[in-house]
């Protein structure tokens, strides 16, 4: 069984920073796709950020500048670094991971930038 499971969340105030990372645990492999995901109060979940095992990065409008998405494939690990955040960036992030024949969700992480 495939677990992702997600740290680094919190508070911080406004123009910090913040690094969530996802370790999957189990019996995946050749992942070809890892993202970060967020949903803020009252809004659908939004795309932020994906890196391919290649490490080709795609970033949000929302974020490019500011997020930076990374990864350990030994670890099957996936990173966000989350700078200069705003109180707009408050959301559940959640990361995820896909091989050909499924994706994985983890189970979020709360970060609240506070103004």
């Known amino acids: 069984q495939v677990q992702l499971v997600e740290s680094g969340g919190g508070l911080v105030q406004a123009g910090g920073s913040l690094r969530l990372s996802c370790a999957a645990s189990g019996s995946i492999f050749s992942i070809n796709f890892m993202g970060w995901y967020r949903q803020a109060p009252g809004k659908q979940r939004e795309w932020v950020a994906s890196?391919?095992?290649?490490?080709?990065?795609n970033y949000a409008d929302s974020v490019k500048g500011r997020f930076t998405i990374s990864r350990d494939n030994a670890k099957k690990t996936v990173y966000l670094e989350m700078n200069s955040l705003k109180p707009e960036d408050t959301a559940v992030y959640y990361c995820?991971?896909?091989?050909?024949?499924?994706?994985?969700w983890g189970q979020g992480t709360q970060v609240t930038v506070s103004s």
């Open positions: 995820n991971m896909g091989t050909i024949a499924i994706s994985y």
């Open positions: 890196i391919t095992s290649g490490g080709t990065t």
